[in-house]
């Protein structure tokens, strides 16, 4: 599957009216694109976006269904959007070290209490600081990624984008938010639809949690 971050593709407005593609040709490119064949559940949850595309296309395009980004799922995927993990990962080694310093700085208050205290408290700004930066970066990619995605749902191409859709799902990446909650893999994506709660080897989450 293509980086949904390219901005090669773009929507032509003059394609033909779309012509949903047979189940088995959408397994074939999800199982190409994960380079083996998917389990029985990960069958099943491919034909269910299969099965209610168009019910799932609409409601993403016109915003009653809202696609979720997993940051930690899509950052592995797309090397382009982890660069939050440096910025949190800096944060909270700088926080770290201010508190040292502070505790360090009052155990010698006579001797080196003053510089000490000023460096940990130097460490503490900057850490916080790329600590909230990096939260930034993580909703700005994230915002994104959505982005992008929402627009291989609507755009009418090849498969639709029904095959982008169910690896991104299987993989964790994406998930589904709608009046029913959120409905991640391994749940069945119609479930933001219908406010059920069966999960991919037929259980439901209902009668688990009982």
């Known amino acids: 599957m293509s980086d949904p971050f390219s901005d090669d593709e773009q929507p032509d407005e003059l394609d033909e009216p779309f012509v949903k593609p047979a189940l088995e040709y959408i397994r074939a490119r999800v199982n190409e694109t994960f380079n083996k064949e998917i389990s029985g559940p ?39 959007l982890s660069n939050f993990h440096m910025f949190r990962g800096a944060g909270i080694i700088l926080l770290g070290t201010g508190v040292v310093t502070a505790i360090v700085g009052a155990a010698l208050a006579s001797m080196f209490g003053p510089v000490l205290w000023q460096g940990a408290l130097v460490c503490l700004a900057i850490g916080a600081g790329a600590i909230f930066w990096g939260r930034y970066v993580q909703e700005r990619d994230a915002r994104t990624y959505r982005k992008r995605m929402v627009e291989r749902v609507a755009w009418h191409q090849e498969d639709g984008g029904i095959a982008d859709l169910c690896v991104e799902y299987l993989s964790g990446s994406i998930g589904f938010e709608g009046p029913h909650g959120r409905t991640f893999w391994p749940q069945f994506p119609s479930n933001a639809l219908t406010g059920k709660k069966r999960i991919a080897d037929g259980r439901d989450l209902r009668k688990i949690s009982e």
């Not at 491919?46 to 899509?74: C, M, Q, T, Y």
């Open 42 to 80: 990960a069958q099943k949850v491919a034909e269910d976006i299969w099965k209610n595309w168009d019910e799932i296309r609409d409601a993403v395009s016109e915003g009653d269904i809202l696609l979720v980004a997993d940051p930690f799922f899509h950052s592995v995927k797309y090397p382009s």
